[in-house]
């Protein structure tokens, strides 16, 4: 975890040029991927490693947003949360994307000190999502770096997905896009991002990358009925899955320009 008395050490990682691994998140429907995203970024610490989480908008227990550090001139440590599980947060907007998109000029400020930021971890994860007026990514760094999505076991969501993708790559080009499957065993996730792949590689010659998939919940009638044994069994699945998608996103690194000398 950063500590924000230690200058010294954010000073020597620019020194040596070197930026955290950026990886970011984004729902099939290009919206946030809230949800999920606090596991993954438990199932991605490791010893000795620093996260950061930067949700899209304001959650409980933030007092600021980076909008509003940029807003008021306040200093940045007041935007950083020390999260008890280990990682850091924080987060871009005070207010709902969807509703209340940012400026120009408030998105090239946020992405700057995003990127000052990385400078400070060794993984910042973010959760994105595509401007409601003109489809691209609320950051220009997200485009720079790995880009996941999220979409679950449905043909609207292959639909939704694609729709997400055929954006992403005419606002920004060929970028690095990987899946995560919800609500499916790895059998079934990969299944549907074949069929989500395919059409991708056909209208969009686009080529994705399969990070993993996520297991169904227990049945609600499951957990009324008071199922302990499901309950403890769903929770155990759960957390392998997650540790064997950020597992594969370690070993799936892909070679980007470091941000320090981009």
Sequence with gaps: ???YRDQADGLRRIMAKTSARIISVI???????T???????????????RLLLIHANRQP?????LQSIVTNNSALKRAILNHPQGYDLTCLAENDLLTSPLSQD????????????????DTVMIEAQLDTQ?????????AEHELVIQMDRSDTAIKAAYVTIKHISQQHGQIPLGVVVTGAN???GQQYFMRLNQVCKQFLGVTLDF??????EVLAEQKKAGNAKAAVAEAGQTALAFKSVAHRLEKQRITTPSLAVA
């Excluded at 729902?27 to 991927?33: D, V």
């Design 61 to 65: 227990g933030l007092a600021h947003s």
């Design 106 to 121: 408030l998105k090239g400020q946020l992405d700057g000190i995003v990127k000052q930021l990385s400078y400070d971890y």
């Design 1 to 3: 975890m950063f500590n």
């Design 134 to 142: 003109d489809h691209s990514l609320m950051m220009p760094l997200i």
């Design 186 to 188: 790895h059998d079934q």
């Design 35 to 49: 949800p999920w995203m606090r596991n993954l970024a438990l199932g991605m610490l490791a010893p000795e490693q």
């Design 27 to 33: 729902g099939a429907n290009g919206q946030p991927a």
């Design 211 to 216: 990070i993993g998939a996520m297991p169904a």
